[in-house]
């Protein structure tokens, strides 16, 4: 698949703990200085903006070529919105969106 790198990525830091998932969780992650969000391209455009305007320089904001299908094969479970609250990871996260994890 060609999300396994970031998918893996999104599951490590999963495992330790600095991925917040969905709207609500991602919100308050951000609030409380989430270094990144990362939106599946297929959310609605009601909660695409919605994210936008919280994540607003606050955080980066990552919209890659991945659909909450994409998600649900890796995770077992839909969702379109996760925080990542740890900045080492949100940067494997941008490497791995960028193609540049080996």
């Known amino acids: ?51 936008e305007g919280f994540c607003d320089g606050r955080c980066e904001l990552y919209r890659p070529d991945i659909t909450q299908d994409d998600i649900c094969s890796k995770f077992g479970w839909r969702f379109g919105v996760a925080a990542i609250t740890d900045y080492n990871f949100a940067e494997l996260i941008k490497k791995a969106i960028q193609g540049r994890i080996k």
């Open 1 to 51: 698949m060609k999300n396994d790198r970031l998918l893996s990525a999104m599951s490590m830091a999963r495992g330790a703990g600095k991925l917040r998932i969905g709207f609500e969780a991602s919100k308050e992650a951000v609030s409380n200085g989430a270094a990144a969000v990362i939106l599946a391209s297929d959310v609605s455009e009601r909660t695409a903006r919605e994210v």
